[in-house]
């Protein structure tokens, strides 16, 4: 039985993804806490403005979603925020270890070296101390955000708080928010991100979540039934993207004490990721003209998707691909020019139908990688019930080798690509992840699936796109890629050599995301562990 | 037999420890300090022994005591447990121990309950027979092919998926004469080079040229 979650309770982020309610602008800002009262006052007065997870929609077939809120606020902690907000020290030990850590000191686990290491970050994560409290807010538009912005920099005391500066901008100058932004084209809001990729595409489900449970197609875990069908699919645990709550293991997630502080609470991983747009570019300009089906091809085999989103398991071909992000198009379009509320309605249901397309797939058909590489980003980051390598029944579930790998998937690109596409300057993903162990998940893919290749029987080739690529005595590049053919026929592998680190990390941390009666309890200054 | 599986061995000694060291340190703990020093890796002075997988050295205290319901129990004395896992027979392995790493050996064992007799490798290889136990639930986590033989293949391995990457797309012709000339680059049938080095645990100066 699915639990009923208490959404006024949890914060919004955690449910929503944002942007795909047309929040495509956001602004990240960070606090520094000298006076624990002077903390505590700030977050008393932010209480209010704070997004839960509510649902906006009501009214039943007439929806409505006059709840919707014009713009959204959320805030999280670091380990040294909740320390000198004044959580006392027998709740501070309950929380896991690498929380407590923090990132940079998680880097060789995360693979954050050479030009990812923390020496490299934006200046505000280089300081010897650290950031305290992480607040998030999401508009349509830069207007509403920055009136939210100023309302916030108003709540804050004279003193004993302190807003942090040190994030990099394109202009050289440093400035005290991260702005993240929805790339434009003819002024309307895309999915893309700096090399092109429609992303966030596929996110967990899990019960209890509220959201269209359409979702749980390519969302949940693979029930070992045809997974272009629900019947294929079953909702996530809780417990793996929120504490309190049952996870895939029958248990409750390690969680702090006492219990109120941690249930229906997160944890959130922050990252700000650069792409070197100009190496990607050459890269698939240079093996694209080698590889059989060009540079878009190239592209698409490293992704596990064409750039438009359509996954290569169900979408081989470019000319299908192509075909399918046309429907989808004029789909979208018919929503807009129907006459009618049923033809509108209709077309809604048919627009519904082709989304499903992005995710109702495995790889359970190509278990050898003919059509999405093994070694293809999305295939790496969550491998559906790829794990099974085709051996039926090896495991509790076909997915079960991954459904603790899960992880809740936020964030927007940041700065300008399109003017110039080189490698310097200011752009890439601000990205997020929640999910209720930071050890377990987030930093599970990240070591093992994505810088390493083993679990995939890759050695120790990693993620094309997001791999830490070492290089050779030389100093060249040396990330590597096999792009597999089908074995039935006479073409050979084709092999990615010499692959450049495509993304580098510039700085971030790891958050704890409480639920609102936390944020109360440590706002006031009453987290009892006794 | 437990000790063997195909051609790969197991060993398992426990060797009493003296009481005294005739030093102000007990023997475990010098040995201990010693053990703390060794070199890893491949300066480690069992790297040169042949055939060696995989080896191990620890000093086994005494038994856990589990709680009640379970009794409380002691061993008489302290041992220093030598775990191996190696290619062949066990005397053959013994006596290139002892020829490769005898002062290691020495240092190991100086303070175990009769190792004074050992002088020569026919009394070291008797010596750790009459401490050896039989082990249990082995299992190998390779082929059971000798060393050399592995890390040969292991190189190969690696040095093949280069030539594949650097050569990609070549026309069967230029292909076949580049293989010609790997082929006489690695050299797959001489085992003494190129090849790995044995005990490497890092790919950096891994290959013997």
Known sequence: MAPVLDLHDIQGNIIKAYPRFGFCCSRNFFFRVSDGDAGRAFLSALIPTVTTAAPWVSGGAAVV???????????????????????????????????????TARRDI??????SAPTSWDPIWRSADPVHIFISINASNQAALEQRYQEILALSPKSGLNLLSGHRTASGVELPYQDSSAIFDNGEATSREHFGYTDGVSNPYFKGAGTDSSNVIGGGKATGKDARTAAGWA??????FLLGHKDEAFEYPEAPIPNLLGDNGTYLVYRKLHQNVGSFDAYLARVGAEFPGGSEALAAKFAGRWRNGAPLTSFPTEQKANEFSARWASAKLAIGQAKT????????????????????????????????????????????????????????????????????????????????????????????????????????????????????????????LLGNQELDEQGNADGRMVIESDPSSPTPPFFCAKLPRFVETRGGDYFFVPSLTALRMIAHGIVDPT | MANENGNAYALTTLCPLLEVSGEDTSPAALIRDRLHRVNTGASSPMAKVPNVYFCRFLILDDVIYESKPHRLEHLQSQYLVFEASLHGQLAPYLQGMWEQAQPFVRSMWQFCVGFSEVNDAASFTAYIQKCQVETTFFFNGSTDEPLAEQLKSLYLKQEFSKFAYAHQGWSGKDLQVAFEDFIARVEPANLARPTWRAGATDLKGVVIP
């Open chain 1, 235 to 240: 909702p996530l645990e809780t417990g793996e």
């Open chain 1, 110 to 115: 995360l693979g954050d070296d050479g030009p």
């Open chain 1, 341 to 464: 509320q049923a033809e509108r309605e209709a077309a809604k249901r048919r627009f519904s139908a082709l989304n499903t397309e992005f995710v109702a797939f495995d790889y359970t058909d190509d278990i050898e990688g003919t059509r999405c590489p093994v070694s293809a980003h999305a295939r790496r980051s969550n491998p559906r019930s790829a794990l099974e390598f085709g051996n039926k029944g090896a495991f509790a579930g076909p997915s079960s080798l991954s459904d603790r790998r899960r992880i809740l998937r936020r964030g927007l690109p940041y700065g300008d690509s399109q003017s110039e596409r080189k490698d310097d300057g200011e752009h890439g993903i601000i990205f997020m992840a929640l999910c209720a162990s930071i050890r377990r998940q987030f930093e599970f893919v990240q070591q093992q699936w994505l810088n390493y290749g083993n679990d995939f029987r890759l050695g120790n080739d990693k993620d094309p």
């Open chain 1, 65 to 103: 979603d006059s709840k919707r809120p014009k713009i959204t606020t959320n805030v999280a902690f670091t380990f040294e925020g909740l320390k000198r907000l004044g959580v006392p020290q027998a709740s501070l030990q309950t929380f896991p270890e690498e929380f407590a850590m923090g990132m």
